[in-house]
């Protein structure tokens, strides 16, 4: 099998598995911060001081960058391009999407950087990132080659002026569609809970590592998780009982 053929293969099948992937990810990020907080005890307390809210505020961030890549996105973009899966109408140019190709992507990698930053270990947040390259690059690879084929020039001229993942913040040019609060709780309806959820487990393991419980210190935590997963269900009620979120055949459904 060709280079290429082989990039693209192993793109499919990870994006394929992405809902998987990620649970290894914070499993291995347990055992690196039981592994910090034996060289150093005091990591225990981290999780309820300026360390976590720092990798809070990271997450947070690239929760943002999500919504809004996709409020601006066109109708039918904004998810996967590749020949196993969504279509997309169009090639997103304006918003975040003239500042870098994938701002999807830059969202994801901050969002699980503030997961690994959790751990307090500096050697797995630096394994994390070599691994979060390469991971998406195959995925970045596949996606793009399903939008050469299906764009050709047209795709190829906007990407040669556009940086894959590292904003080009010069570019700016502003969104040309309206945007979609609708497609943005339907599809970002559950990444702040899996967020908080997260930064939850790592405060629960610190206080049974630190022999405090969870409600002595960060209780923030508890209510950022209780709060995130309230509004994540509520969401998903109105979805299934109503026609609330229903987008209308302009925007286009997702």
Do not use: C
């Amino acid at each position: 099998m060709a280079l290429r053929d082989e990039l693209r293969t192993q793109g499919d099948w990870l994006f394929r598995y992405r809902s998987f992937l990620p649970l290894v990810i914070v499993a291995v990020g347990f055992v690196a911060f039981v592994y910090a907080f034996r060289q150093n005890p005091v990591v225990a307390g981290y999780s309820s001081g300026w360390r976590n809210l720092m990798w809070l505020v990271v997450g947070l961030f690239g929760f943002g960058v999500r919504v809004h890549a996709v409020g601006y996105a066109a109708p039918h973009t904004s998810g996967r391009n590749t020949v196993g899966g969504q279509i997309a109408n169009e090639v997103n140019t304006t918003g975040l999407y003239s500042l870098v190709r994938h701002p999807l992507y830059v969202g994801n990698f901050l969002m699980w950087l503030a997961a690994a930053g959790f751990t307090h270990n500096p050697w797995f947040v630096l394994a994390f990132i070599f691994f979060f390259i390469a991971y998406y690059e195959r995925i970045i690879y596949a996606e793009e080659a399903y939008l050469l084929h299906h764009y050709g020039a047209a795709y190829r001229d906007w990407a040669a002026v556009t940086p894959a993942v590292v904003p080009s913040v010069s570019r700016w040019r502003k969104p040309v569609h309206r945007f979609d609060w609708r497609r943005v709780l339907k599809r970002e309806k559950s990444g702040l809970a899996y967020l908080m959820s997260i930064g939850f487990a790592f405060h629960w393991l610190s206080s049974y590592l630190g022999g405090f419980s969870v409600f002595e210190r960060g209780e923030h935590w508890l209510v950022l998780l209780l709060g995130a997963w309230l509004v994540s269900l509520v969401i998903k009620v109105v979805q299934r009982r109503t026609d609330w979120l229903k987008e209308t055949a302009l925007q286009g459904a997702v």
